[in-house]
């Protein structure tokens, strides 16, 4: 893999070779996108260890509209940070379309995840400088692409998610649910191999809350792979695939019925 030299400015291109966007939207392929295999965690504090996942195996499916869901010291978030190689396993093996990416050094897997990974969070982690073009176009200026490409596919995905008439906003002149229509824009920008959002309603109410879900669900049947960590039931059961964790172990993994078969 190249490795990757960071700019020293939000909107300074990078020397890599130019990524290849690709089409949105993406297409439904039930195959393995991801393979975590017997996933061990492990953090030390002086002579203190502390497990905080014991061994859990979970394949996630191209298409999948998933929740991820435990209780406070479950192993979600470490799960979670994991799988979005923020993270890495003291033992087992993670798999990312097709390719080990468990011992990628620093560099490959801040590429891998840049590329590979669209993530969505709870405090949306928007640029405040930037107006909302520029901020959706930040991963492709790590990734290398053109500025004209930027641009054009900025645009897309902030159409995309009902907000481009407010291209030249700044952060702080938008709601708490257009700011996470952004970020979910932004995900989107490299057609990543999934979208991992981190309790992405947390901060909204009720009904931006339904919106923002609604619009996984949209986004979903078109074909992107959606991973939600959630603590709240009710945005668990609006998934079509709830996992739970407890204790650092997979305690349950099931098809949500209500939901089967729904877009």
Do not use: C, W
């Amino acid at each position: 893999m190249n490795s990757v030299v960071r700019p020293t400015s939000p909107l300074e291109p990078i020397p890599l070779e130019p990524v290849q966007l690709g089409p949105i939207p993406l297409q439904i392929n039930r195959a393995p996108i991801l393979s975590l295999q017997n996933i061990v965690k492990t953090y030390a504090s002086g002579e203190l260890e502390f497990q905080a996942l014991g061994g859990v195996s979970l394949d996630i499916f191209a298409g999948d509209l998933m929740a991820l869901m435990g209780p406070s010291g479950s192993g979600k978030t470490t799960l979670m940070q994991i799988i979005g190689l923020l993270d890495r396993p003291s033992t087992g093996q993670y798999f990312l379309r097709g390719e080990n990416v468990t011992s990628l050094t620093e560099n490959e897997r801040s590429r891998t995840r840049n590329l590979e990974i669209g993530f969505v969070f709870q405090a949306f982690h928007l640029l405040s400088r930037l107006n909302l073009l520029q901020n959706v176009e930040v991963p492709m200026i790590y990734a290398g692409v053109p500025a004209d490409q930027r641009r054009e596919r900025a645009m897309q995905v902030l159409e995309k998610v009902g907000i481009a008439d407010k291209y030249k906003n700044l952060p702080s002149q938008i709601s708490g649910g257009q700011k996470q229509r952004v970020a979910i824009a932004r995900a989107l920008t490299l057609t990543p191999a999934l979208l991992l959002a981190d309790e992405p309603t947390g901060n909204l109410d009720s009904r931006t809350s339904d919106e923002v879900m609604d619009l996984f669900k949209q986004l979903n049947s078109e074909g992107t792979t959606v991973v939600i960590v959630t603590h709240e039931a009710e945005i668990g059961e609006q998934t079509r695939r709830i996992v739970r964790l407890r204790d650092g172990l997979l305690e349950s993994d099931r098809v949500n019925e209500g939901k089967r078969g729904q877009p």
